[in-house]
Structure formats: C-alpha cells, structure tokens
Nanobody
Framework: VQLVESGGGSVEAGGSLRLICEAS????????MGWFRQAPGKEREAVAT???????TYADSVKGRFTISKDDVKNTLYLQMNSLKPEDTAMYYC????????????????WGQGTQVTVS
C-alpha cells in the first residue's frame, strides 16, 4: 500500500499550490484521508481530513484558504492551498486509514514520503 505526494514547491506569499496524493488500489472510498504538515523544529500537525462520508475537518490556521477534496475513481487526494503565508512552510504528508480517528489524531500507520512547501 502506497501514498505518493506531489505538487509542492516554492511560492511567494499570497500564491497558490495544489498538493496531490496518489493512493494505491488498496486505499478506496471507504478510507479516511488527510494532510498533515511538519515545519523544522515543530511537531507534526493536522491540516485537513476527509472521510468516506465526506466529513471534512480543517485546522483553524488554514480555514478559508485551503480546500481538501478527493477523487474516489482515481484514488487521489488533493489539497488546494490559496493565500499562502510564510507560516505555511513545511513538509506536507498524506495519510490514510479505515479508522477515521487514526487519521484525525495522526496515528495512522500509512503515510507518504512528503512534499515540501516553501512560502517566502
């Protein structure tokens, strides 16, 4: 089972990026999926999650700027990030689990390798 992130990069403040997480066929519409991020010297934090019922959570710091979505046909998770700020700079990770609570609290065993987002 694999999760592969892409779409990261370097942008100026106010810019946009769209992160993509491609999941193997063993991750399907019943899985809850989410995006986490970790900045240097800081703990990993939840950014956004979406479950099989379409229930979505966002960190307060990204509400109104980030949008999480998924394409169940393509087994792909997205994170549209607008109005980026320097404090959004971090490595962004995709995670998935059949247990929604494990995605929400970051204890899922399935993680991607991460994609770097740098905002200057």
């Amino acid at each position: 089972v694999q999760l592969v992130e892409s779409g990261g990069g370097s942008v100026e403040a106010g810019g946009s990026l769209r992160l993509i997480c491609e999941a193997s066929v063993y991750v399907d519409s019943t899985h809850c999926m989410g995006w986490f991020r970790q900045a240097p010297g800081k703990e990993r934090e939840a950014v956004a999650t979406i479950d099989g019922w379409g229930r979505i959570t966002y960190a307060d710091s990204v509400k109104g700027r980030f949008t999480i979505s998924k394409d169940d046909v393509k087994n792909t998770l997205y994170l549209q990030m607008n109005s980026l700020k320097p404090e959004d700079t971090a490595m962004y990770y995709c995670t998935a689990s059949l247990d929604r609570s494990r995605v929400v609290d970051g204890t899922s065993r399935l993680w991607g390798q991460g994609t770097q987002v740098t905002v200057s």
